[in-house]
Structures are given as C-alpha cells and as structure tokens.
C-alpha cells in the first residue's frame, strides 16, 4: 500500500490567522524517501506549513494525507523538531527526560514510558553525541547541544516521516555534522524528511527535493531540475542569484 | 496542642498542599496572573451557590464557583485572540467585572446571607473547625477538611495519571499536540483544577491570600531544583512548613493565620531568593565576580603568551599594558600562581607549560566553542560552565 501513496500529499490547503491568510491554496505531493527542503523569504508560511500538516493550528480550507490517510491516524508514522526557540530551556528537566517525550505519543494516554523507552532514549542520544550530557539540565546545555536532543527526541519517535523546523538555525559546526549525518542516515533507511532551511547555498548539497513556497507554493520538485534563479527570484521578489555548486 | 488546633493545622496543611501542585504548573506555564484572576472572579459563583445552598461547603457551590473560575480563563482567551490588547490587560479587564458583581450580589443581600466582603478576601482558618459533619448524629470532624481532602485527592489522582501529559503540554505544546496529546484539553484540565482548589481553599485563606499558596511554593523550588518531580515535592513541603510555622506564629503575634501562613511563604521565598546555590542572588553575583577575574585572568595569560620581550612581562608593567578593569591585578597574578600556570622571576612573569596549554585551550574554546574539549576543565573554572 505504501508504494502507491505519496509519503504527504496536500490539497488547497489555506491558513489564516485573524482572517489574514499566510498559506494559500498550497498543493503539494511529497513522495517517499526525499530529504525535502522548504526555503522562503521570513513570514512565507514555512513552518506554519509545518503545523498545519501536523494539526498543531486549523487550517481554514484544504486537507492533509500522511500515506494516503488523515493526520490524526497517522501520528505514529510522523517524527517532528520544533524550532528550537519555541520551548523554554529553564524547564525543569534533564536531557535524557527531554528525548523521552518523543517516546509519548506511542505511548498513549497515561502509561508512563519504561526500560525500553529509556534504552532507546539513550541510543538516540549516542547518535547524536549527546550520550555523556544525559542527565545534564537542558539550560545548562548550549544552544546546539539543545538542537541535538530536540533531534534526538525526534529519532525517538521511530517515524516513516520527519519534520524539522529549522533545525540548523543558529547551532556550531559540530551540530551541523551530527544533523547532516543524520540526514543521510535517514534517507538511507527510506525516511522521508522536511526540513524548513534558511541556509541557500548548502540546499544542493544537503537536499535532493525543494519546495518554494511564499505564502502561495512557487515550486516543488527535485533540486536538480527545479532550483534555480528563476524560482528563487519568483520566491524572493528580488533578482535572487546564488552561487549554485556543481 | 488541643483539638482544634490540631484540626486547623491540618486542614491548613491540606490548602497548601493542594493549592502547591497545581501552581507548580501555573508557574512554569507563565500562568501565574490567572489563579489571582480566578481566585477573584469565582466570587459571583460562591455568592449565587451560597444564596441556592446556604453552606459554604456544598458541592453545588463549588461546582458552580468552579464554572466562573474556566468563564474567566475563557472569557480572557476570548478577549486576547481579538489581537487588540495583551494578556495581562485582558486578565485586568475581567477579574474585577466578575468580582464586583459578586460584590454587589453579597451587598444587595447582606441582610439575607451570612457571608462578608472580609471573609471573602482574608477566609477565617480559625473558625473552620466549628463546622462539623455530622451523619447521623456522628462527628467526622470538621467539614472543611473533607472538602479539601477530596480536592487534594482528586488533584493527586490526576497528577499521577497525567504527569507525562502535563510534563510535556507544559514543556513544548506543539509536540504535545502533534503527539496527540491535546494541550488545549490540558489546559483546561489544569484550570479546572486550579479553580475547585481556589474555591475549596477559599473559605480558610481567602481570595487575596490562596494566590500566595499557589505561587510562592513553586516560585521558591523553581529556584532550588532543576527537577520536575522535586519541584512538586519541594512545593509541597514549602506549603507544609509554611501551614505549620504560619499557625504557630499567628498563635503567638496573636494574627490572622492565613496571614501568617503567607508571610512565612514570602520569607522562605527571600531566604532562597538570596541563598539558593545556583540561582540565588549572592550565587549569581560571586559567579559575576569569579567570571571577571577569569576573563581578566584568560587576558593575561594571552598577553604574556603574545609577548617575548621582558618590558612587556614585568610585573610593574603589566598594570598598564593590560589596562586592567574593576579587578584587581593581584587577584588575577595570584590566582594564575596559584594554579601553577606562570612563575616569577626577579619581577618578569613566564608562562608555565600548563599555563600555555590552558591558554591554548582556552583561545579554541573562544573561537569554535566546542564544549567537548574543556569539559574537564568545568569543575574548576566558572568561564566554562555555560
């Protein structure tokens, strides 16, 4: 069945907050196993996109299918990172507790997470080097170490898809790897991954999928065939021109 | 210690254990504002059940009051989504509309109802054991500690059951929902508790005062413990200690116990404002001072590794070369000999070997910030810790 489906597929999905739509009858196919970037200029919908496919905020028009089937069914399936900004790292509580809650949602209602969970917690903590911080408090962590437990909360949650919401905003170069890495390591497992990316110029080198979108989609398509000035200038408004590599 | 002073101890125990746990939530949820809010506006709620009930304990007048404690949580979400004034505003705008309507309520029927604008606001823990329940001629002890009973035990069933729900509703509500787990239905859950615990607690501390016992517990573990479950249990033992010296205290100044109790809170709150080990104020200003001298100390040890010549590393001179600021320069020669990191011949400072290695260490940790390399470097020295 999963070979016929497109891993997400949106339909004249529209978003409005107080009446003023920042997402407009956005199509979008996003087939199996792509590492998807979604670039745009700032306010053009990206990670409301996001949270839309999500269910976190109601869209005023349009629907969603993750495999063929709603959001709400298919929960289990989905992996997601929030920005890093959106939480308030003075929480109390330790790093490994943080990559716990990835485990939540398979959890369900009321049963608390086990051994099992926690030695998964722990692996997905050495994949992203943070093994050694494990129970240190998330505000003691730096800002990229924080990333990588928001990534390694999302490894937790052993999906089909992925959704990160800017996950190398602002993080040093040794976060940057372990993301990248783990990128590649997804895509080699089949995942299908979305990522909202400010950073141009790395697009053809870390994605091979790309989405323009500013509030309306521009383009959605292989990086390949699709990136390129044209497009970005459509989405920029501006005469965009980037050093492509290769 | 007689009966009744037993019996108000520990119904005041009770209050501030049930009003501990759901502030520890209202604190990290930055929802302070609205247990003062609801805490005024179940009011109307209280007045109308009294006036159906005639018992200030009565189930029905704490649902009811229950109802106008989420009516004020709806009402200012319902005002703040219009996008034209902020939280606070809205929380300031309603509060009062609901209170003085119950204040009008309690006025217009002063003659009719035993219930004044005092009690409402201050409670009265002293005469809450002189009513009893009695079934069948049986007393089962003061009434006002059953109702609390009950919502302490209803509050705790729920943390149990919901602590992971919460835990992560609080911490990162879009995870939450992609999760499935509702935030919307946490927090409306969590609101329905504040208000029957505000509305069970009202009677014995009072509108102004229950505010107290919900935040200043949690305010104070907040700057204790990095831990959420010793959060809860540090709140909760603030509010036990702070029940039992409160009774205590107003039994000897002769004072309001409800008062007292709150007063207690505020100065175990101050005493850990100010020693808290890592949060307190006196930890963050000898940790300011100890940063200082770190800088100052990592700027000197760079100096003399920039520097060959003797005129540059004479101990006379070095004053003026680093131009040093608000520390003291022989805090810093001091401190870096005491370390071994340089000696001192006939007045010209050298670097030690360990000293050039920690400078080393030190400059790439400033430019890359990688963390791995110093982390053993973080017992010793505060610059590192983050």
Redesign the interface.
């Known amino acids: 069945m999963k070979e016929q489906q497109p891993a997400i597929q949106v339909d004249d999905l529209t978003v409005a907050y107080n009446y003023k739509p920042v997402l407009w009858d956005i199509d979008l196919t996003v087939p199996e196993g792509v590492l998807m970037a979604i670039v745009g200029p700032n306010g053009a919908g990206k990670s409301t996109l996001i949270k839309a496919i999500l269910g976190i905020i109601d869209p005023i028009a349009g629907s969603v299918a993750i495999y063929g089937k709603p959001y709400k069914e298919q929960r289990k399936l989905v992996g997601y990172v929030p920005q890093k900004g959106s939480v308030d790292w003075d929480f109390p509580t330790t790093a490994v507790d943080v990559v716990l809650m990835g485990t939540y949602g398979k959890l369900g209602w009321i049963k608390r997470p086990g051994k099992k969970e926690k030695k998964e917690a722990l692996e997905a903590l050495e994949k992203v080097g943070m093994l050694s911080f494990k129970n240190r408090q998330i505000s003691q962590l730096s800002g990229g170490q924080q990333q990588r437990v928001f990534l390694a909360r999302a490894l937790v949650q052993d999906a089909a898809i992925y959704f990160m919401d800017e996950p190398f905003q602002g993080v040093d170069a040794t976060t940057e790897i372990a993301i990248i890495n783990i990128l590649k390591e997804l895509r080699k497992a089949g995942k299908t991954v979305v990522v909202v990316h400010h950073d141009l110029q790395t697009v053809p080198e870390y994605f091979d999928w790309v989405t323009f979108l500013n509030v309306k989609k521009i383009a959605t398509g292989p990086v390949k065939d699709i990136f390129n000035d044209d497009n970005l200038t459509k989405t920029y408004g501006i005469n965009y021109k980037v050093a492509i590599n290769k | 210690m007689t009966e009744p002073q037993i019996e108000i101890q520990l119904i005041a125990a009770v209050v501030a254990i049930a009003c501990a746990i759901p502030g520890v939530f209202l604190v990290?949820r930055?929802m302070a504002l609205i247990s003062d809010a609801i805490s005024h506006s179940i009011l109307p709620g209280i007045v109308i059940g009294f006036f159906i009930t005639h018992d200030l304990n009565s189930p029905l007048l704490i649902i009811l009051a229950a109802i106008t404690g989420i009516l004020t949580v709806v009402l200012v979400e319902a005002i703040q989504s219009t996008?034209l004034v902020k939280e606070d505003t809205a929380i300031g705008l309603v509060f009062p509309a609901l209170f003085s309507v119950g204040v009008i309520l309690i006025a217009k029927n002063a003659n009719d109802v035993h219930l004044d604008v005092d009690a409402v606001l201050l409670g009265e823990l002293a005469f809450a054991p002189f009513d009893r329940l009695l079934i069948d001629g049986i007393d089962f002890g003061p009434k006002s500690l059953w109702v609390m009973g009950v919502v302490l035990l209803i509050s705790l069933v729920l943390l149990f059951?919901?602590?992971?729900?919460l835990?992560?509703s609080?911490?990162?509500a879009?995870?939450?929902?992609?999760?499935?787990?509702s935030p919307i239905i946490m927090h409306y859950g969590l609101m329905s508790v504040s208000s029957i615990t505000i509305v069970g607690a009202f009677e014995a501390v009072g509108a102004i005062l229950v505010v107290a016992l919900m935040i200043a517990p949690a305010a104070t573990a907040?700057l204790l413990?990095?831990?959420?479950k010793?959060?809860l249990g540090l709140s909760v033992l603030f509010g036990v200690v702070a029940a039992i010296l409160g009774y205590w205290s107003a039994h000897w100044l002769d004072a309001s116990i409800s008062g007292s109790m709150t007063t207690v809170l505020g100065i175990i709150f101050l005493l850990t404002y100010l020693f808290a080990p890592r949060k307190g104020l006196i930890s963050v200003l000898y940790r300011q001072r100890q940063q200082r001298t770190e800088v100052s100390l990592i700027t000197f040890l760079l100096h003399l590794n920039n520097h060959q010549e003797k005129e540059e590393r004479h101990i006379n001179h070095l004053q003026e070369h680093i131009n040093w600021q608000r520390v003291r320069s022989k805090t810093v020669v001091d401190l870096a000999e005491r370390n071994n990191m340089i000696t001192i011949e006939e007045g010209v400072v050298s670097l030690t070997k360990k000293g050039l290695e920690f400078t080393e260490l030190a400059l790439e940790y400033i430019i890359?910030?990688?963390?791995?390399k110093i982390?053993h470097m973080k017992d010793d020295f505060f610059l590192f810790?983050?």
């Open positions: 990290l930055k996008g059951l919901f602590f992971k729900e835990k992560v609080t911490f990162d879009g995870l939450s929902s992609a999760l499935g787990i907040y413990t990095e831990d959420l010793k959060m890359t910030n990688r963390d791995e982390e810790r983050g």
